[in-house]
């Protein structure tokens, strides 16, 4: 693809399009020319993110967003939907291919969203309510008061299984700040304190004595394999739905690295997940699932979405017909031995990672070691020109906001080309800047756990080899807007 008759399609593609955008609001052509410019000069180790191709980008720039298609293929409502038919019938059908599953909706605009659809499918198929079945053939905006007062009292208290948040869960695992927390009585299971490892044995004692309708397995933050096949057991043994949210891991499960016991469709009932992440497609969700599901699933539109985004389905159709070319199981091999590659790297500069090691595309750094919060060692790489995110680890004593931990990704470094070498070249970047940098001291006298003091050399000298790594690497090379 990296021919030079590609090179200027493309460059000729978006060069075009903003100038059609830069004659009505020039600032937002100027943006978007800037993002381009600002992602090509970021070392990015954000574990969520990626970069999708300029395929997946320009099939979401066009007429199919004008369409309202509300429902599902063949049972819309409204009329002259005949092209979004096909975009949506064909991202379900790379879907089904790619991840070996009976089901696939592709409606869903997020992550969270997909969860919701997915929440809402598993109460519908196995709690007895007539309010939640009426209120599926309606339009949210036509229920009254007492229907959702009646969908309440239906509905009960059902509870729901997840993984904690410090232990690497998400928030629409059931917790406070997010819907899910308040639609179910949430417990949550953690790892092993010694180990950082999923801790099968207490999970199991938990469901036993919980007994949740729904356990659900994924993570953002787990630095390690999750067994399916025993999540699966474990949900059988006390009746509840195994749902599992692959997110973050989707692009490793499409890649085949991902296989057997930690292949999570074949495992679960219910598989939900994020387009954007390692699966390198448009921002978007997806949910996969047994045939007993399905027709639950189906309502997500009325139910939980408005209507679907044809021009978002269209780009997940291009994303996944990318993922099914045999290029793709090395990519995603790739981002695997590169987090190993620098978590490795780390380790033997004596950094200290969360369960000592990473077996997926995401490495938790625990930065107490050098003296910092997560938030100190985030601000102190970004000033160095690495991009990483804060993350709390297990037990974290710094809490949620300051945390004791900094996460990072290989998705997106992986796509951009950098390989095991590089990686070992980064590790060594992050190092200095977390040897180098010091609380700054607060106003009573103790180190301040949000300020930090790293000196300007320091930073600057990262800096210029963190742009001498990606200047070897461009970033949309065939993408060049002049
Ligand atoms: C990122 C993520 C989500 C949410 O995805 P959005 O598209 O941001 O809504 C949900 N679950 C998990 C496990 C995630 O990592």
Known sequence: MNTSAT??????AFRSALDVIRGVEPRVADAIGQEIADQRASLKLIASENYASAAVLLAMGNW???KYAEGTIGRRFYAGCRNVDTVESLAAEHARAIFGASHAYVQPHSGIDANLVAFWAVLSQRVESPALQRAQVRHVNDLSEQDWAQLRREL??????????DAGGHLTHGFRPNISGKMFDQRSYGTDPATGLLDYEALRKTAREFRPLVIVAGYSAYPRLVNFRIMREIADEVGATLMVDMAHFAGLVAGKVLTGDFDPVPHAQIVTTTTHKSLRGPRGGMVLCDPELAEHVDRGCPMVLGGPLPHVMAAKAVALAEARQPDFHAYAQRIVDNAKALAEGLMRRGARLVTGGTDNHLVL???SGYELTGRQAEA???????VTNRNAIPQDPNGAWYTSGIRLGTPALTTRGL?????DEIAELIDIVLRRTEPATAASGKPSKAQHVLDEAVSAQVARRAADLLAAYPLYPTVDLG
């Open 156 to 165: 009960g208290d059902q509870r729901m299984l997840g993984m904690s948040l």
């Open 7 to 12: 090179k200027s399609t493309e460059s000729t």
């Open 64 to 66: 199919l967003s004008d």
């Open 365 to 367: 750094l625990d930065v």
């Open 380 to 386: 102190a790489l970004l000033d160095s020109g690495v």
């Open 419 to 423: 390989g095991v070498s590089e990686m």
